[in-house]
């Protein structure tokens, strides 16, 4: 198949004639050139991504998927997979909402563990979650299908606007949402096949070990981080 240049891309897409006609509200044209950039940089990410890929790449991903683990983060645009996986095709079974919560997304995960059978599942947060801060501070503009999807974050606090109180609540969501996974997942848990990690992507450095860093908080209930080091998660 002849591939689609960017140029003609954009010319199905941004058919003036065609579109303004269809739309009952105007475009105006730095709206218009905003979408193209948006475009544009999508486009040509995708390009470079594939053009650094040797020959075969996608072979073993044809017929199926073996991920090593599911992993449940925040939709939030600051914490994205290849910061916790350079190479995630075929690794990781994504879930993402906001506050990385486990009941909004419940289908999702149980697929990931009982039909893709993945040891892992890690719950991840991050610094300044504003699904988190919400929870805080219970804005009331916010839409019912958002305050629904909020609905299971715990928090330790309600001053959003105090940054201890805030670091403090991302990391009772991880629990909260650990302990409600533990619950689901106990009988995987108790046979040895399961292990429910939580974690906190922290690029304010809040826990000293450098900006971007993936500091785990949670195996299997253990929040005490001196056993956490003892089980050596991560060194041998």
């Not at 199905?12 to 303004?20: D, K, Y």
């Not at 689901?184 to 690029?203: M, N, P, R």
Request: glycine residues 6%; aromatic residues 6%; proline residues 4%.
């Amino acid at each position: 198949m002849q591939k689609l240049s960017f140029n003609v891309l954009l010319t199905f897409l941004f058919n003036t004639s065609s579109l303004m006609a269809q739309s009952p509200v105007p475009v105006n044209k730095s709206e218009k050139n905003q979408v193209r950039e948006i475009v544009r940089h999508v486009i040509e990410s995708n390009d470079e991504f594939v053009k650094k890929l040797p020959p075969g790449y996608f072979t073993e991903l044809i017929h199926g998927q073996k991920p090593i683990a599911t992993m449940v983060t925040c939709a939030d645009s600051r914490l994205h997979t290849h910061a916790l996986d350079i190479h995630p095709d075929g690794d990781l079974f994504l879930v993402r909402n906001i506050g990385n919560q486990v009941s909004t997304a419940e289908g999702s995960i149980e697929y990931g563990i009982r039909h893709l059978h993945t040891p892992v599942l890690f719950i991840i947060g991050h610094s300044s979650c504003g699904a988190v801060e919400a929870a805080m501070s219970k804005p009331a503009h916010l839409e019912p299908s958002i305050w629904r999807e909020l609905d299971t974050i715990k928090v330790a606090g309600n001053k959003s606007d105090d940054h201890a109180q805030v670091k403090e609540s991302v990391e009772s969501n991880v629990n909260h949402q650990v302990s409600t996974a533990l619950k689901k997942y106990a009988t995987e848990v108790k046979e040895g096949h399961l292990t429910i990690i939580g974690g906190v992507y922290d690029f304010r450095n809040d826990y000293s070990q450098g900006s971007g860093r993936l500091v785990l908080i949670n195996v299997n209930g253990e929040t005490n981080l001196a056993e956490i080091q003892k089980m050596q998660m991560v060194n041998d």
